[in-house]
């Protein structure tokens, strides 16, 4: 079964770190491109970063550019996102998705982040 599980996400101080993770099962991760993007109520789903398949180039959001790094590990099949210098802004639902050829793999549930002041 082709699944995306994120997780690694939790309540965390303003200035505080975590590291995200995207798992996959049923397929190689590591040929895909892989997004990770987050939402709040009411607001559409935005694009944080980005990791090619073929090279690894990266992209960030110029919200989070110099305090997000994404990364991937093709031997666990997972993608992650290191969370530095935390802003409340940061709050939201994490999702990653990969994408291929115009193919984009379902939606996982997300993880939550949440961030005290």
């Known amino acids: 079964q082709v699944q995306l599980v994120e997780s690694g996400g939790g309540l965390v101080q303003s200035g505080g770190s975590l590291r995200l993770s995207c798992a996959a099962s049923?397929?190689?991760?590591?040929?895909?491109?892989v997004g990770w993007f987050r939402q709040v109520p009411g607001k559409e789903r935005e694009g944080v970063s980005c990791?090619?398949?073929?090279?690894?180039?990266?992209n960030y959001a110029d919200s989070v550019k110099g305090r997000f790094t994404i990364s991937r590990d093709n031997a666990k099949n997972t993608v992650y996102l290191q969370m530095n210098g935390i802003k409340p802004e940061d709050a939201a639902t994490y999702y990653c998705?990969?994408?291929?050829?115009?193919?984009?793999?379902?939606w996982g549930q997300g993880t939550q982040v949440t961030v005290s002041s």
């Open positions: 998705n990969a994408i291929r050829f115009g193919y984009w793999v379902p």
């Open positions: 990791i090619t398949g073929s090279d690894g180039r990266t």
């Open positions: 049923g397929f190689t991760l590591g040929v895909y491109a």
